[in-house]
Every structure is written in structure tokens, then in C-alpha cells.
């Protein structure tokens, strides 16, 4: 088993951070411009909240898409989701905690996995870990 934790410090409150992590279909305006996210498709809506629980989100880069359903979502505090599908690991699941830090927001986005072969952990930390980065970059605008 794998376990990755990327760790960010950013101005913006933690509503503004929910907003942008939240937003499913908004997630290619925060991907590497190496690793372009050209689109997010929602496959199902969550419930009560179309992108909470439940709701199943489609990454569409190189290939088939990767496929996340949602399995907790409590506003601006924390989010987690699971692959179905997509990704060169088993049991691959990701956690994005929020804690108010000063003015701004703190957060935690953790990947737990078993590589599907060797080598993958390191795909995977690199996507994450550059996803994480840019994400802070814009929550710092």
C-alpha cells in the first residue's frame, strides 16, 4: 500500500478553496498545463448536493477515462473519493481535508493505493502532487 500526503498553505478562506474543489466539472481550469485535463464529464449526481455523495465524475485525459464517485463531502471541511476506474493502482482512494489557518486555508490531500504494477506509485504521487501545487497557486490569486 501507498500513501502520498500534499500539504498546502493558501490565502483564500475555505469556502473559496470548497468552491473551486468541489466544482467537478471546473476541475480542468486546475490541472498541470503537462498533464491538460481537457474536460470533466459528471456521469451521475450525488445527492443532496449534484456533486456530493454519490455522484460519479468522469476525467477524460490520454485513453479511457478515469472514473471517481464521491464517497464524503461535507462543505469546505472535507471531500473524499475512490477510482472506479482509470488509474494504474488498486483501492485507490483520495481524501482533501480543509482547516482554517489564519486568514487563509490549510489543506491536506492525501492518495492511498496499491500500485497495479511497479512504478505507478510514481505516476500518481507526480499527478497528485502537481494537481495539489496548482490548485494552490490558484487559491492564492
Not at 456530493?52 to 473524499?80: C, M, N, S, Y
Not at 504521487?125 to 490569486?141: D, H, P, Q, S, W
Amino acid at each position: 500500500m501507498s500513501r502520498y500526503t500534499f500539504t498546502h498553505t493558501v490565502s483564500a478562506e475555505p469556502e473559496r478553496v470548497w468552491a473551486e474543489i468541489a466544482d467537478h466539472e471546473g476541475m480542468a481550469r486546475w490541472t498541470p498545463s503537462w498533464l491538460p485535463l481537457p474536460k470533466v464529464v459528471m456521469e451521475s449526481e450525488g445527492s443532496p448536493d449534484r456533486n456530493g455523495v454519490g455522484a460519479v465524475r468522469q476525467l477524460h485525459l490520454v485513453g479511457a477515462p478515469i472514473r471517481e464517485r464521491i464517497t464524503h463531502f461535507e462543505p469546505a471541511k472535507r471531500l473524499d473519493y475512490e477510482a472506479l476506474s482509470g488509474v494504474p493502482a488498486k483501492n485507490y482512494t483520495g481524501q482533501i481535508t480543509l482547516t482554517p489557518s489564519g486568514t487563509g486555508t490549510r489543506f491536506a490531500w492525501t492518495i492511498d493505493f496499491t500500485p497495479a504494477f511497479p512504478g505507478a506509485q510514481l505516476i500518481l504521487r507526480t499527478a497528485i502532487g502537481t494537481f495539489a501545487r496548482v490548485l494552490a497557486r490558484r487559491c492564492n490569486k
